[in-house]
């Protein structure tokens, strides 16, 4: 009986210090700035556009904020834009994630001065992907716009092209429910305790 009073207390204890980690959902911070016309977007899918998270207009814009990601699943960070103006497509800052998960580079954070982990097409998302470039910004032509900060933006590789452009990043998520297994055999021996 003694045995199964402390078996209960170790199991709630460990419910209780799983709970914050089980509730709460992986979270993606972004601290970017896009050029030009690009729309952000979250996708479970990477040859889907998924769900808009913001759209830029035609001027130079930064954007700072959160959103939910879906967990126990990939999910993809997806960057469209319809290019123009003489202009290279490009985007520069950083993401992070909180409460579990990883980029595709391994990390908790991808940023814009490093091309690991990105995929840029000029097809769309999920097909016909290369590696593309980081390069220091400039305000000459083909590259970043007047007023847009002068450090690595990553962008297409050819800096001459004012098409459509697609851009993706994978985030693995772990299970959100997997703690739940380590109390499940606890919960059990308890049950069995209590009946004998």
């Known amino acids: 009986?003694?045995?199964?009073?402390?078996?209960?207390?170790a199991a709630t204890a460990l419910l209780l210090l799983l709970k914050p980690a089980i509730a709460t959902?992986?979270?993606?911070?972004?601290?970017?700035?896009?050029?030009?016309?690009?729309?952000?977007?979250?996708?479970t899918s990477d040859s889907t556009t998924g769900t808009t998270v913001l759209s830029s207009g035609w001027s130079y814009t930064s954007f700072t904020g959160s959103v939910a990601l879906t967990p126990g699943t990939m999910n993809?960070?997806?960057?469209?834009?319809?290019?123009?103006?003489?202009?290279?497509?490009g985007v520069i800052g950083d993401f992070t994630l909180s409460g579990g998960g990883t980029f595709a580079n391994g990390a908790t954070t991808i940023v814009t001065d490093n091309a690991t982990g990105w995929n840029f097409s000029q097809t769309g998302f999920g097909t016909g992907y290369y590696s593309p470039t980081v390069r220091l910004g400039s305000t000459?032509?083909?590259?970043?716009?007047?007023g847009a900060p002068t450090s690595y933006w990553l962008i297409d590789?050819?800096?001459?092209?004012?098409?459509?452009?697609?851009?993706?990043?994978?985030?693995?998520?772990?299970?959100?429910?997997?703690?739940?297994?380590?109390?499940?055999?606890?919960?059990?021996?308890t049950m069995l305790r209590r009946r004998r």
């Open 140 to 146: 000459s032509l083909y590259d970043v716009p007047t």
């Open 1 to 9: 009986m003694k045995c199964g009073r402390i078996l209960a207390v």
């Open 25 to 43: 959902a992986p979270v993606l911070t972004y601290n970017i700035d896009l050029w030009p016309s690009f729309t952000f977007s979250l996708s």
């Open 157 to 189: 590789s050819n800096l001459n092209y004012p098409g459509d452009l697609w851009m993706s990043v994978a985030i693995n998520l772990p299970e959100p429910a997997s703690g739940l297994l380590l109390l499940a055999p606890l919960t059990a021996i």
């Open 76 to 89: 993809f960070i997806h960057l469209s834009t319809g290019g123009g103006s003489g202009y290279s497509p």
